[in-house]
């Protein structure tokens, strides 16, 4: 999904794993978000860089619900860019235009910052 913000083109991804730690009974599932700014210069490897990013891990006994996950993560990753030289996203504002776009994505609306 996109995002435009003050000029900026931000992507937000999504990613799935699960993880088989040996402390624990259960695998663990493990949702995570990555927030990307799409001007930036690409990394060595030829990816975009990320701004922020965040994991969300399902409890074992909760049943599965990746649309919960989703937006727990992406929730923490906007937490997690409202820090250093990204504080410009604490407004309000800016924050619906990133709920909007994921809440919207199925049917491909996303609106822009003016």
Known sequence: MKVHVD???IWIEFAYFSSNDEAFSAPKEITRCILRD???PRDSD???????????VRYH???PNRDVA??????K????????DTIWLLDKARRKLFWDAYLNRKT???KHAK
């Open 61 to 63: 006994k909760d049943p």
């Open 70 to 75: 989703r937006k727990q993560a992406l929730a």
């Open 38 to 40: 799409a001007q930036a």
């Open 46 to 56: 030829g990816g975009l860089p990320a701004l922020a990013w965040a994991e969300v």
């Open 108 to 110: 491909g609306k996303v």
């Open 7 to 9: 000029g900026r083109e």
């Open 77 to 84: 990753a906007l937490r997690a860019l409202a820090g250093g």
